[in-house]
Structures are given as C-alpha cells and as structure tokens.
T-cell receptor
Framework: NAGVTQTPKFQVLKTGQSMTLQCAQD?????MSWYRQDPGMGLRLIHY???????DQGEVPNGYNVSRSTTEDFPLRLLSAAPSQTSVYFC????????????FGNGTRLTVT | DAKTTQPTSMDCAEGRAANLPCNHS???????VYWYRQIHSQGPQYIIH???NNETNEMASLIITEDRKSSTLILPHATLRDTAVYYC?????????????FGDGTTLTVKP
C-alpha cells in the first residue's frame, strides 16, 4: 500500500517554463488536495477535488491548474513558472465522509530561477 | 471552519511529557479538533482527533476542555524523534478534509 505518491521529488525550472506535478493515491479516496508550503510557514491550500471531474479553488489558486479525470490521480500544472512559486508542494487525500483525516505525500520541492 | 491559535515554539526534555496547547475559542458544536505533525519537511502526519471527549491512541492523548474552546495534545514520553511542527486544526464533521486550513503550528524541540 503506497498511500499518496508525488513525483518528482525535486525540480528546478526557469521562469516562464511550465510543468506538471504528479500525485497519485491508491486508497480509493474521494477527496484530494494540493498545498504549498513556503519556508518557515504553514500550508496553504491551492486547489482541491471532491471526486473525479470535480475541482475547486483554495486560498492561493493563481498560476496553477488542476484536473481530476480519475479517482487515483490529481496532477497540478504550473502554467508559466515564476520565482514566487518556489515552494514545497504537498498533495493530500482523504475519504469523503465522516471524520477521516488527511493523508499526505512527501512533497515536491520546486525551485524557479 | 474555526481558526486556531498555537504558540510558535516549545521545548521539552527527552522522556518528559510534552503538552501542546491550542486555542479554538470560536469552535462550533459540529467541529472536530485534529492534530497533525510535520517532521523535518516531510508530509504532515495525522496524530489524533476528537469532538468533546478525551481521546488516546498509540501516539498521543488529546484533552479537550469542557467548553471546547481549547485543547491540549499530550505526548506522554517525548523522544528526540518527536521534534516536529505540530498543527492543530478544526473541521466540521463529514466535510472535505482537504479544505482544512493549516496555520503555522507549534515547533516542538525535544532536548536530550
């Protein structure tokens, strides 16, 4: 049981480049989310999904796109990378009911130069 | 979801109990208190949650005051591996956990 898997672990981009951060979970969780964490700070919600085909914006959605074509996968796309997007990105998932907790991946460390 | 307030940092001696407070004075009746921790920039890890009764599991105990406006996470015998950032959040039952708001948490340093 792999849980939540994020790839790549590290990435360096130049300003203006685009890329996709991958997130996959094998727990059949309905809910998936993307957070970013800047140095020394807490997590901020970028986008979330309550099921395949359904996504919505979180606190800091600008500059990012998501889609949810399957239950398992929730990729995060950076459209045109900016130095302000240098951060650690965490993907999380949870069951869709009750008081189920979040399960996090180990993050993607992104540097934009 | 209700906001939470935590101290920025705390120290604890190895082997002693670590008591981490959290204030959630605007919590509503259907909101649960959750605790997570983040060790050395890994993904946050779920610890425990509760509604109004005290809870205990293999990792920690959660004490919620009778008025539910504050809670304390207790690590009974802290080890060096418990050094981490601890997050207290509140969430309405049966809602999307993925919309949870994480503040800056409490940095717990366990010292030898």
């Amino acid at each position: 049981n792999a849980g939540v898997t994020q790839t790549p672990k590290f990435q360096v981009l130049k300003t203006g480049q685009s890329m996709t951060l991958q997130c996959a979970q094998d727990m059949n969780h309905e809910y998936m989310s993307w957070y970013r964490q800047d140095p020394g700070m807490g997590l901020r919600l970028i986008h979330y999904s309550v099921g395949a085909g359904i996504t919505d914006q979180g606190e800091v959605p600008n500059g990012y796109n998501v889609s949810r074509s399957t239950t398992e996968d929730f990729p995060l796309r950076l459209l045109s990378a900016a130095p302000s997007q240098t951060s650690v990105y965490f993907c999380a998932s949870s069951l869709g009911q009750g008081n189920s907790p979040l399960h996090f991946g180990n993050g993607t460390r992104l540097t934009v130069t | 979801d209700a906001k939470t307030t935590q101290p920025t940092s705390m120290d604890c001696a190895e082997g002693r109990a670590a008591n981490l407070p959290c204030n959630h004075s605007t919590i509503s009746g259907n909101e649960y208190v959750y605790w997570y921790r983040q060790i050395h920039s890994q993904g946050p890890q779920y610890i425990i949650h509760g509604l109004k009764n005290n809870e205990t599991n293999e990792m920690a105990s959660l004490i919620i005051t009778e008025d539910r406006k504050s809670s304390t996470l207790i690590l009974p015998h802290a080890t060096l591996r418990d050094t981490a950032v601890y997050y207290c959040i509140v969430r309405v039952f049966n809602t999307n956990a993925g919309k949870s708001t994480f503040g800056d948490g409490t940095t717990l340093t366990v010292k030898p």
